[in-house]
């Protein structure tokens, strides 16, 4: 398991990262390094009515205390901002997962992607807006605390800063920043999705690659590691919406391979192996006898023979499979897929097994799709 849930808002499970524990204490550390204290003194104090001494702050165990309860502050403020796109997709009656915090910020895991150009451009800006009311809140807090308290102000004007840098820097036009999305959510509005998707990519993997220059020059390890984490994004970003926009109108009918015979959970090796090389088929729903699928064994599962001293296909099935209906659409059908056990899904109507939908067969339609353009017909499972 990657993530653990903290803590519910709204509803919505805030998860933190297994790189998230690892990172806060180096960035404790760093924030509350001499050099930093110097640097963001001389920042904070530009603020009216405040005059920190540097020397008070390096004090004692007070660079421990400012940099642990900075670096806190900051996640903190990383949650707001998701919890602002998350409150901007309610809005538009989009559900939202999860926000997930990570090494490099946060992630709001949206059921489904905006698709008007409106909606994702108020979706984006939504979370820098929280960031920067987030920077005003503490800014008030600023002027109003004593200066008795200098590491609090201190805090305070630390994360006024940075949520102000982090939203600047945020509304680069680079996926996955909120700046890539509002670039595509502006290209959307006199072209169709993908191709302001292509565009929005391009120019976020220009941006990938300045960063990686950078990172080279300043030897910076995070700035080439923020390089790579934007490049892959944006390319990701451009796969997603292209896979998305091959299987618009398909559904699962449209790509299972039908007149499938399923298997016993009894069934020899042996003889599923001669029914494979007989019927020119890899995969197999398992249903017992009382009618209800199982599992599925294919190709892969016997491969695993050996290695269980296994004699039946319910020593070698995957039990981790989706069931979906006929309709269900086929980019949905993906996302099932890419997280179950099996990699197929059994088609079903009625409670009757009806066909399965494998990798090879989306392969399959892809392709078709991709090179001819060609348009399925809808198909009745049978």
Request: proline letters at 5%; hydrophobic letters at 50%; aromatic letters at 8%.
């Amino acid at each position: 398991m990657r993530d653990y849930e903290l803590v519910s808002v709204w509803g919505i499970p805030i998860r933190i990262h297994i790189s998230l524990p690892v990172v806060l204490p180096i960035l404790a550390w760093l924030i509350g390094s001499g050099e930093q204290i110097d640097l963001y003194a001389g920042l904070i104090n530009t603020f009216p009515v405040v005059a920190l001494d540097p020397a008070v702050l390096r004090a004692g165990t007070t660079p421990w205390l400012i940099g642990i309860v900075a670096a806190v502050g900051l996640f903190v403020s990383v949650t707001i901002h998701e919890l602002g796109h998350a409150w901007a997709a309610r809005r538009y009656g989009i559900e939202v997962q999860s926000i997930t915090l990570w090494l490099l910020g946060g992630l709001a895991n949206l059921e489904s992607m905006p698709r008007e150009w409106t909606q994702e451009l108020w979706i984006a800006l939504a979370g820098p807006a929280a960031s920067v009311l987030v920077a005003v809140v503490c800014y008030g807090a600023v002027l109003v605390v004593p200066s008795s308290a200098p590491a609090a102000v201190f805090v305070l004007g630390w994360l006024v800063v940075t949520n102000v840098v982090l939203t600047a820097f945020n509304l680069l036009p680079a996926f996955p920043m909120d700046g890539g999305r509002v670039l595509r959510a502006l290209l959307a509005r006199s072209r169709p999705y993908a191709s302001a998707t292509r565009t929005a990519a391009r120019v976020g993997s220009l941006f990938a690659v300045g960063f990686a220059i950078l990172g080279v020059l300043s030897f910076s390890p995070m700035l080439f590691l923020l390089a790579l984490f934007v490049y892959g994004a944006a390319n990701g970003e451009s796969r997603f919406v292209a896979l998305e926009t091959l299987l618009e109108g398909v559904t699962a009918a449209d790509v299972m391979s039908t007149n499938v015979r399923p298997v016993s959970p009894e069934t020899r090796l042996s003889d599923l192996s001669e029914r494979m090389f007989e019927e020119r088929r890899t995969t197999y729903p398992v249903v017992d006898d009382s009618g209800s699928v199982v599992g599925v064994v294919s190709l892969d599962s016997l491969r695993r023979k050996r290695r269980r001293n296994a004699t039946t296909v319910r020593d070698v099935m995957s039990e981790g499979f989706p069931t979906v209906a006929g309709h269900t659409p086929m980019f949905e059908v993906v996302g099932l897929l890419n997280g179950s056990e099996a990699k197929t899904a059994v088609v079903e109507e009625n409670g009757e097994v009806v066909g399965t939908v494998t990798a090879a067969d989306l392969a399959t339609v892809l392709q078709i799709r991709r090179e001819a353009g060609t348009t399925l017909s809808p198909r009745t499972a049978m």
